[in-house]
């Protein structure tokens, strides 16, 4: 029952599906009898009994505090909005307003908020079956908001604490590593005492990681991996129930270019820092490349008001999206760098490609894209993010050493270099040190005319963070 779970309830006396009209914006009904898109809700958690439950199309379930029809129209959530549930072992619930009535499924299809009494789990119009859809995002909001404050802020300082090290940063500096990618949250320009449900704490995490980062020659790019709203949907974003609200908001724009500010400021003149990459990953589908473009330029603006030298990185839109919209698109003039990433993953192209095919692709397309932009007059290229990982499910640890080589001696073309995500990861083959440890990767043999490696190292400030290979 975390921010973004996917549930759907059944009446268990209509036998019908919950259901809001049109995905939401309208009436809400209970006369379905196969669910789909229209009677899936989203969780918002108020509470461990407190949820709110937004529909398809970005509208909450409501009802006024004396009861009456539920509709699906209000576009945020407050009181009206807020549902205390209850729920036994075999997954019924009963719902109810706050401080008021439970809803019901009357005999005319309507869900009403005027059951009368107490229900109890019997068959009757106040109880439904809930289903757990999916349960599928999993980042820092959900983290913090899942526990109370005090269980949250005691999970991430232990986290913060052991996850990364300087001894990690001994390891890079061991394995010529010279830079790291840092994954930062919007939330971190408000620390000690960020909004809710974020906690305190990834301020100091960064500070540490550039003084370790500094007493090993190391270098650091300082990425906002998560602005306000969500500029994908992902949990990486920290996006509480998968929708992209950055784009629709004139306010969290704003509020992204803040953190822009509050970071280059503070660590313009550290002799650690690299660069600052403005935004990562916005999604191809939600943000429209009119807003991406003033963005980014307000935000070079920005870092060139601070700092004359550092690097100033645009981050490639994910999904359908010109891989050149970018590149002519006159948002700075000196060092500016542009972030593109490299999986063969995430797509079905890649599904049933066998482990020669892989790296077959890696010479033939991806050496061949990177060609083409250095040789063009624009900005310098960044593999920013990519992985020795596939969709081959019985690949030998030859077959990932040859896929980590032809990686290796196509990226270390790019003219900012590559960064590996990530550091430390559960999944054996995310994990950079993982992969070096057990021969998996061999940076020793792969040539390259590069004398700068970054590495993304997730999980330090954010949840996260990256690795990288710079020019």
Known sequence: ???????????????????????????????RDVSSSW??????????????????????????????????????????????????????IHIKIKNGPYLQATTSNQLTADYPGAPGWDDNAATFEMKIVSNNIHGDYQLANGYDHDSAEDVLRRHRNSFITVEDFKFLYKHGINTVRIPVGWWIAFDPDPPSPFIGGSLEALDNAFSWAQEYDIKCIIDLHAAPGSQNGMEHSASRDGFTGWPTSPDYISESLHVIEFLISRYAKHQALLGIELLNEPSAGTVPLDILISY??????????????????????????????????NIGSTNLVLDLHFYNLFDTFFVNMSAGDNVQYIYKSREGLLQAFNDSNGPLIFIGEWVNEWNVASGSQTDYQDFGKAQLEVYNAASFGWCYWTLKNDREHWDFEWNIRNNYLQLGNSPSKQNIYTLGLFALVYTWFCLLHFL
């Open 39 to 92: 009677e899936t809700f989203r969780l918002w958690r108020v509470s461990k009994s407190e949820f709110q439950f937004r529909t398809t199309q970005g509208q909450f379930l409501t009802c006024g505090v004396g009861g009456g029809t539920v509709s699906a129209t209000a576009k945020l959530p407050s009181t009206s909005e807020t549902f205390e549930v209850e729920r036994n072992e075999k997954n019924r």
């Open 1 to 31: 029952m975390l921010d973004g779970t996917e549930v759907q309830f059944k009446s268990v006396t209509l036998q019908k599906y919950v259901s809001a009209e049109n995905g939401g914006g309208m009436n809400v009904t209970v006369d």
């Open 296 to 329: 980014y330029k307000r935000g070079y603006q920005i870092v060139r008001k601070y700092s004359s030298s550092a690097y100033v990185i645009l981050c490639q839109r994910i999904g359908l999206a010109d891989p050149l919209e970018l590149y002519q698109a």
